[in-house]
């Protein structure tokens, strides 16, 4: 998705240099199973100098980091350019998120398996860094927006950390996606109903009956 | 008393929400023998209300099969006592409803748009919960219509649902390991076919279009719109109509339930004589009532084919003298599975009269030809035979499944007719219009 509407317009060739670098390195990374073992070596494959490379990143995990914010940069652009999702409650606006955010990783997916197959850690460290901020900053002016209009009941001291533990099921959904079989990853479109419905039924009030849905959807699925 | 039987609960904890159900109703069974051994005897009825009770919480939390399969067992009330039937039989479809951004999403796979671009308009939410789905209302072209769109995952979960219910069915029909699965495995086969929205939308068109080439009186379809359907989702028109409840309210005069009745009955003569496969979800929820006495049915997800040589067997065991006809009687009892080759002759001589007796009070309709459902004393029979059955030790012990599996849905569907002609209080015509295998289309 980002790539086309890039390749569209050639006004802007810096972005094009960083989209086509970060192309490049997923390609590299598919069709050998491992990283480039240099920026050098990396560069005078793709015919660019070196310092073309640093202007946009500092290392490979760099670059990394920036692909999976741009993820969901992409995730978001994406969702406030369909007319729609303004109007949409709270709870569906994270609903939609999560939607949308798998349509843009499933173009993505095999780099995303093969690189979390490598580094099972990947989810936890620092790769994620980045797109961690993004996503906070947005589930901040959710839950704002949410315990403005009542959907999210304001909490003394906790409210404060559900933007970490939004973030603790996003990475939920990311863990189920990438395990999952079924066809048209079904069973994570039903995980992320299941889990959204549980943590509004949280930070809303009335949270039991969900719990219990989600933890039987979950022993009958793993 | 209550603490003395209250549940381990580590064990509780432990063990999933089903576990803790089969723990309780052990719990209501220890409950029983113990108001048993102070009072003397204490009547089964609060034990089996316990123990429906329990249950039905339960499975009012479970969702999709292993609540459908409930309800077919609540249907069937011949397998269950009544006050376990009696629960059942509120257990209402509550799965969550789909999220609108699914159901975005699930048009967006199928048609590459949101419901808003295929449909002028489509409700936000969802207007009524199915098991396995939810239908939302849409328009298009000035053209109300009914969308109904699937939860995902389902098809895949209906084997982890119906393995969750085994350990209940299982005690309470007491019958070997064996012949449960070969129940289950009919019980399965159709509710994969109930997640299947392309064969259920052919079948929707199938038999509809068969029932008004034939011209049954009083009968109306939706129309099914198959470029607006899919994989998980089937576009019909919106039909009028009320629910047999709200339908029963308006008084409705005993010419008008007669005719409504009588319309039911040939839709299932029809199909069960002409088409092999009838609507084996008879429940009031499937179909729309009029004023003017004319009936919508809906909902085809649920079809049962009846296999020629159960055709066969079954409805020449409900033909008017053969249960005075020993020798025949015999035959096709062993046919239909009641009596097999392992029984002892002091099993044969248990259940041949117990056969003949159930086949001669739930035959009572085909073998009459004309027949009063108003009339409440039939069903207090069928009532007190089963709940007789079921209290009856010898047939209770004996762990022989009788019965061949066609006859699951067949009876269930003609359980779930009569019941719905009772509501109705209808007096109609039961002889067959089309019975005879020479006229089968």
């Known amino acids: 998705m980002v790539a086309k509407t890039k390749k569209n317009k050639p006004e802007n060739p810096e972005k094009d240099l960083q989209a086509t670098i970060t192309d490049a390195y997923i390609d590299f990374y598919l069709n050998k199973g491992k990283k480039p073992a240099s920026v050098y070596e990396f560069t005078s494959r793709l015919k660019i100098e070196e310092k073309d490379f640093y202007q946009f990143f500092g290392s490979f995990e760099g670059l990394e980091k920036s692909l999976w914010s741009g993820f969901l940069n992409t995730t978001l652009e994406t969702l406030s350019a369909s007319g729609e999702y303004e109007s949409y409650p709270v709870k569906e606006k994270l609903l939609s998120f999560y939607y949308t955010l798998a349509e843009v990783l499933k173009s993505k997916r095999s780099f995303i398996l093969l690189s979390t197959e490598k580094e099972a850690e990947l989810l936890k460290n620092h790769t994620l860094s980045k797109a961690r901020e993004v996503f906070q900053a947005y589930v901040s002016g959710l839950m704002e927006e949410g315990m403005e209009s009542g959907e999210i009941v304001k909490r003394p001291y906790i409210t404060e950390r559900y933007p970490e533990l939004l973030w603790l099921q996003l990475l939920f959904v990311l863990r189920f996606w990438i395990k999952d079989e079924s066809a048209g990853f079904e069973k994570t479109d039903a995980a992320i109903e299941k889990a959204v419905k549980v943590s509004f039924d949280l930070m809303g009030p009335g949270a039991v009956d969900s719990l219990i849905d989600m933890a039987k959807f979950l022993y009958h699925n793993r | 008393m209550k603490e003395q039987f209250s549940i381990p609960t580590g064990k509780v904890q432990r063990a999933s929400k089903f ?389 699951l849905y067949i009876n269930r569907t003609y359980f779930g007719l009569y019941m719905l002609l009772h509501e109705l209080k209808a007096n109609i015509v039961t002889s067959s219009r089309y019975q005879g295998p020479e006229k089968k289309v």
Request: hydrophobic letters at 35%; one cysteine or more.
């Open chain 2, 19 to 407: 576990l803790t159900t089969g723990v309780k109703v052990g719990g209501n069974y220890l409950k029983h023998y113990a108001r048993k051994s102070i009072n003397g005897d204490t009547g089964k009825d609060q034990l089996h209300t316990d123990n429906a009770r329990d249950i039905y919480d339960t499975l009012s939390e479970l969702k999709g099969s292993a609540l459908k399969a409930a309800q077919m067992m609540s249907m069937d009330r011949n397998m269950l006592p009544r006050a376990y039937s009696d629960k059942f039989a509120m257990a209402q479809y509550s799965a969550p409803p789909l999220s609108y951004p699914l159901v975005v999403k699930t048009f967006r796979s199928a048609f590459g748009k949101a419901p808003t671009e295929v449909f002028d308009s489509f409700s936000h939410n969802a207007v009524n919960a199915a098991s396995i789905g939810q239908v939302h209302e849409a328009t298009l072209n000035g053209k109300k219509l009914a969308v109904k769109v699937q939860y995902p995952g389902v098809a895949d979960s209906v084997s982890s649902d119906l393995k969750l219910v085994k350990p209940f069915a299982l005690r309470i029909m007491n019958i070997t390991e064996s012949d449960f699965k070969l129940y289950m495995s009919e019980v399965e086969e159709r509710l994969l076919e109930e997640t299947d929205y392309q064969l259920e939308l052919k079948r929707s068109v199938m038999i509809s279009e068969a029932v008004l080439n034939e011209g049954i009186h009083g009968i109306y379809f939706p129309a099914y719109y198959p470029a607006l359907s899919g994989n998980r989702i089937i576009t019909m028109d919106w039909i009028e109509g009320m629910h047999l409840k709200e339908f029963l309210a308006t008084n409705p005069s005993q010419d008008i339930r007669n005719r409504i009745g009588q319309t039911l009955w040939d839709f299932y003569d029809f199909q069960m004589h002409r088409l092999r496969m009838v609507h084996a979800d008879p429940h009031p929820g499937n179909f729309l009532f009029r004023n003017d006495g004319s009936l919508g049915i809906i909902d085809f997800g649920c079809v049962k084919e009846v296999p020629d040589d159960f055709y066969d067997y079954y409805f020449r065991l409900h033909t008017p003298g053969v249960l005075d006809n020993p020798e025949l009687m015999t035959e096709l009892f062993t046919l239909n599975e009641f009596i097999t080759e392992k029984d002892s002759e002091a099993e044969k001589k248990l259940f041949i009269p117990l056969f003949r007796e159930i086949i001669g009070l739930m035959g009572k309709p085909f073998f009459a030809g004309k027949f009063d459902f108003g009339d409440s004393s039939f069903f207090e029979q069928v009532y007190h035979l089963s709940e007789s059955l079921y209290n009856n030790k010898e047939v209770r012990n004996s762990r022989t499944a009788r019965g061949s599996k066609h006859s």
